[in-house]
């Protein structure tokens, strides 16, 4: 009798008690896009959709306990990394990487949260670039991450190349610029790699619910790695989901702040593939 498994996506990221982003959104969507979610956390937050009121760092022997348990059992498929608050837990992560030979690696370099709080320790910063953009398939930071990584405000439209080149003179193999806080109804996101850059067009979709925007982002891409798609159909197709996510919850109405995407909006059965 011939046997399968599920495309297997790892989280490794910190945890929203508002269920809104972070570990919360990563697995709502791997489940919504058919595949199989796993966790390694990170931090615990104490979160809503108003802001973040507390942050509790799990120790880095914790972390690297439980990517151990998870990649020697279950096996992984593509990785998505979130919120890594200090330079041991991204030396944690690199050492995991390099160890097991992971492949399809999403970074998505959580700084500041949709409500602006900051996430992260500015002297973990430079060691998440040199540790990290080298091993990930893609790095996706929207306009206030990427300011702070190249050092400069980026102010229009004009300032993103520029800044998706300075990302890949970091050390990082491919980028998606996200381009969303920008003013204006006509969006551009940039994914540049050493052999050019692609304009990602779209519409602004008006809605108040943008907490876990950039998260389910970078997971539905690592989803589409895992399941075997090339790095830009990856991004298209999870572009159009967050955008479908979007669309589905703009009128709904959770918490008094930054509410969710509507990750369930349509969801797919479980993709299975042959062993």
Known sequence: MMKYEYARVLSIAGSDSG??????????????????????????TAQNTR??????????AFLKAQLQAVIEDIGVHAIKIGMLHAPEIVNVVAWV?????????VLDPV????????????????????????RATLVTPNLDEAALLVGRALPDRHALEPA?????????????????????????DLLADHQGVTALR?????????????????SAIACGLALGQPLA???????AYVRGALAAGADVRTGGGHGPLNHGFAPVPARLQAL
């Open 202 to 218: 779209g519409q602004r979709i008006p809605s108040e619910n943008m907490h876990g925007t950039g998260c389910t982002l970078s």
């Open 111 to 134: 700084m500041v949260a949709t409500s602006g709080d900051r996430l992260i320790a500015q002297e973990t910063v430079q060691v998440l670039v040199r540790e990290l953009f080298p």
């Open 19 to 44: 269920g809104g982003a972070g570990i919360q959104a990563d697995l709502k969507t791997f489940s919504a896009l058919g595949c199989y979610g796993m966790t390694a956390i990170t931090a615990l």
């Open 164 to 188: 998706a080149q300075d990302l890949l003179a970091l050390g990082a193999r491919a980028v998606l610029l996200k381009g969303g806080h920008l003013p204006g109804d006509d969006l551009v």
């Open 51 to 60: 802001g973040v009121s507390g942050i509790h760092a799990v120790p880095p």
């Open 233 to 239: 159909q990856a991004v298209e197709m999870a572009r």
């Open 97 to 105: 990487i390099d160890h097991y030979r992971l492949p399809n690696v």
